[in-house]
């Protein structure tokens, strides 16, 4: 099975997003996550660059590229959290 990207990703979002105003910008969270949790931004954008380099010419790969990978994950945490 394959290691998830970022580890206990839920857990940090949350507390991301519990240091940040109601009402933030996605720009907001992602600075805040890249400040609070640098190394996990770092393996963020290794793994995609991982997927980059492997991919062959013309065809795609499955993750999007690092800001974008948190924006879906920002979005995916809401549909879980608000469903509770």
């Not at 949350?14 to 640098?38: H, R, W, Y």
């Not at 393996?43 to 991919?55: N, P």
């Amino acid at each position: 099975m394959a290691q998830s990207v970022i580890v206990k990703k839920n857990e940090k979002i949350g507390q991301v997003i519990s240091s940040l105003p109601v009402g933030f910008t996605n720009d907001q969270f992602i600075d805040a996550f890249i400040e609070k949790f640098p190394k996990e931004w770092e393996r963020i954008k290794k793994v995609y660059a991982d997927h980059e380099r492997r991919t062959r010419p013309g065809k795609s790969h499955p993750m999007p590229e690092p800001k974008k990978y948190l924006v879906n994950s920002l979005t995916n945490w809401k549909k879980k959290n608000s469903a509770k």
